[in-house]
């Protein structure tokens, strides 16, 4: 089907492009780019608002197979569609774990079925995720792999972590760290400091995340691999990041809405277990540095860490509550209205963050805002209100941290390769 997008704000920093355009998608691509044009399509009114190349997230967690009470990779598409993204990349720790080809053609299958999103899966470094052997890498790169982690807990073992590490460099992928030294998170609920004396529960030191980074960074040094830190909390682990990046090696990293726009003061005696997560929430002067880094170029992607759980795996005390917040769906609002409403983050700047640079990591093509670019597109409408309840949420979890919030901006439209994913704010399968 042919689409003609209408007087849409075109901002693609990989084009220079940043003005009023046409754009015609014909079946799964880009046809033309222009002014005044005009074709036998569906008409699609752009005007007010932004198309920018489909928003990816390479950070998320669809619970399917295992545990699918929680989310589907049907359900969690249908949120990312809502969301604004075309694509998403699936973390591994699912029962049983992404290990082999075969979990991974079971994803991308899924998905396709689905018809929402594309699927790009991430596998596991180590069998069964539990660090102590090397998972079927080269299997899955073959069925499509984007990148592996054992993320959830990360590698535990150095030696086992630079073994991996060595075996992947050899498939031009990247290694995904989630840094956590069990040794001295373990029991942790909540960032240690102030919040946690207050409210009497284990802390989670930032130690624990930052001997990590700075033990991964120095195995990218050993074995070349190239690195990506996920969902960074601290601004000593930023700090550590930006020494490698000036000293040459291949180390990249990540940061979420919620380390970005809440801190572990926000945490009271409510006891809100939507603001349980791993790594915690830090203190008010992290969030502050990480959104700097977003910003500055230090960090180079934003994601979600999209984290479903049932109403009873949160609803109880905080120290059995699992931890996690969903975001697919108030990631981008988040964005419009923290970042980019109030002038501290340009519109060039956030298409990089959730579009360009995580393609770039994941070593996907780019998409473009050009002829023959295939079709994945994000109209956004920078002025809809946005009431954060639970009825807003295509997930089939709705354990998000930012309940209650109004914010303003979200996607109208997506174009996914073509097809039409969400129109007018709604999903279209």
């Known amino acids: 089907m042919a689409y003609l997008i209408k007087g849409a704000h075109v901002v693609d920093p990989q084009l220079g492009l940043d003005e009023v ?4 998608v014909d079946g799964d691509k880009i ?4 002014h005044d044009l005009s074709a036998d399509a569906e008409v699609v009114d752009g005007t007010g608002k932004y198309l920018v190349p489909g928003l990816l997230d390479m950070h998320v967690h ?3 197979p295992g545990f699918e009470y929680k989310e589907t990779i049907e359900t969690g598409s249908r949120a990312a569609a809502h969301g604004g993204f075309t694509d998403v990349a699936t973390m591994p720790n699912t029962v049983p774990v992404t290990d082999t080809g075969a979990e991974i053609r079971y994803q991308i299958d899924r ?15 180590t069998k069964d995720e539990k660090g102590e052997a090397l998972a079927e890498i080269g299997d899955m790169v073959l069925e499509g792999a984007v990148a592996f982690s054992d993320d959830g807990h990360g590698v535990q073992s150095a030696g086992m972590m630079k073994t991996c590490m060595g075996y992947v460099s050899q498939f031009d992928r990247v290694a995904i760290a989630h840094c956590e030294d069990e040794s001295l998170s373990k029991n942790g609920v909540i960032n240690s400091g102030r919040a946690a004396t207050r409210l009497g529960m284990f802390g989670w030191p930032p130690l624990a995340e930052e001997l990590e980074i700075w033990r991964d ?11 990506h830190i996920a969902h960074i909390s601290t601004a000593r682990g930023l700090e550590m990041v930006k020494e490698a990046k000036a000293e040459g090696l291949p180390v990249t990293c990540e940061v979420t809405p919620h380390h970005l726009f809440l801190c572990d003061e926000d945490i009271t005696t409510a006891y809100n277990t939507n603001l349980k997560m791993n790594p915690p929430l830090r203190k008010a002067s992290d969030a502050e540095a990480l959104r700097q880094g977003l910003i500055d ?14 109403a009873h795996e949160k609803d109880c005390e905080w120290e059995i509550a699992f931890f996690g ?3 697919l769906e108030t990631s981008l609002p988040l964005m419009l209205t923290k970042m980019v ?3 501290l983050m340009g519109w060039d700047r956030l298409v990089q963050v959730m579009a360009v640079k995580p393609r770039e990591i994941l070593r996907l093509p780019a998409i473009k805002v050009e002829a023959g670019s295939t079709a994945d597109l994000t109209l956004i409408d920078p002025d809809k209100t946005v009431e954060v309840t639970e009825d807003y949420f295509e997930s089939k979890s709705k354990n998000s941290a930012f309940l209650g919030m109004t914010l303003t901006g979200a996607a109208s439209d997506v174009f996914c390769a073509g097809k039409r994913t969400l129109t007018d704010g709604v999903v279209t399968a």
């Open 21 to 24: 355009l046409d754009v015609l």
């Open 31 to 34: 046809a033309q780019v222009g």
């Open 62 to 64: 669809f619970r399917d």
């Open 111 to 125: 998905g396709k079925a689905a018809g929402l999103v594309h699927i790009r899966p991430i596998g596991a470094l």
């Open 217 to 227: 960074i120095q195995l990218t040094r050993s074995t070349k691999c190239p690195l």
């Open 297 to 310: 170029g230090s960090i180079d992607c934003l994601v979600t860490d999209h984290a479903p759980h049932a």
């Open 325 to 327: 917040t969903i975001g």
């Open 341 to 343: 409403g109030p002038g």
